[in-house]
């Protein structure tokens, strides 16, 4: 019967214009081990994330289908950061993206992403690692006084529940308290010596027509290496994380046609249009 439906939804959505308003998605792209051939594990495709990304595609957390958060997420990764991919991505996640890694351009086009609206999340845990942030005039500091951070309000406390505390691993940095106000940003949490660990910029704040973007300086509090972040079940970790892309994509972006938001209007759209259908998504 499905099947049938199926068959039915496909082609009259071939002349149908309602597909043009049909998905909200929210598309995160990240650099492969390609990209950054230093970060190992620790690239958007690599196993550290895997936790963390594959979460993000649960449609019981992230869907329209009775889920956590009302709205579509979209994962990929590039070999490089271009044109092609800046078009179809509403934020870029720099997981532990190493400057001898990051080109240039790569750097001036992910801050001009965001400098034009687009979105960014950066795990900056060193001064070596934050290409980014430090072209926006947000640098990491490295080897933070101590070990873990807590906050409250976004996101320690958001739809996937109360946070704790949030565990760290390996390198962690701070932000220099004058950076984060001089540019516009928010602290989020602070570590026990009092060091700023995450810092927020809502939309608009980091200057007219800016992004959302957020800094945490540790990639474990939401990697799942050393045991920090861990997605099934939940810890306080996982929560963190989850809340932090929840607030990310509050004001959700139409995917409009292109359905799949892959950059390219084609039948993979009027797929994607019929399948959210059947599965409740719409």
Wanted: hydrophobic share 45%; aromatic share 12%; proline share 4%.
């Amino acid at each position: 019967m499905k099947r049938t439906i199926r068959a039915a939804l496909f082609g009259g959505a071939i002349f149908s214009a309602g597909i043009a308003q049909a998905n909200d998605t929210y598309r995160i792209d990240g650099p492969s081990t390609v990209a950054a051939p230093s970060s190992g594990g620790y690239a958007w495709d690599g196993a550290y994330m895997s936790g963390f990304r594959g979460t993000l595609h649960d449609y019981n957390l992230f869907s329209h289908y009775f889920a956590t958060v009302d709205a579509n997420i979209i994962t990929g990764d590039f070999d490089y950061l271009n044109v092609s991919i800046l078009r179809v991505a509403d934020c870029i996640i720099s997981p532990w993206w190493l400057d001898s890694d990051i080109t240039f351009f790569e750097t001036y086009a992910a801050a001009h992403h965001f400098i034009r609206g687009g979105d960014l999340i950066l795990l900056n845990d060193s001064s070596y690692a934050d290409a980014i942030g430090q072209y926006l005039g947000v640098p990491t500091i490295n080897n933070a006084a101590v070990p873990g951070f807590t906050g409250t309000g976004f996101p320690f406390d958001g739809p996937f529940g109360v946070v704790g505390a949030v565990n760290t691993a390996g390198s962690v940095g701070h932000l220099d308290p004058a950076d984060v106000a001089l540019n516009g940003g928010q602290v989020l949490a602070t570590n026990a010596a009092g060091q700023i660990t995450a810092a927020f910029w809502e939309r608009d704040a980091f200057g007219p027509g800016t992004g959302k973007m957020i800094i945490v300086t540790d990639v474990n509090s939401i990697g799942d290496f050393a045991g920090t972040a861990q997605y099934f079940p939940l810890n306080d970790n996982g929560r963190f994380a989850l809340n932090l892309v929840a607030g990310m994509i509050a004001d959700t972006k139409t995917g409009g046609a292109d359905c799949d938001k892959n950059g390219v209007l084609n039948i993979d759209d009027i797929d994607c249009f019929v399948d959210s259908f059947l599965n409740g998504e719409l």
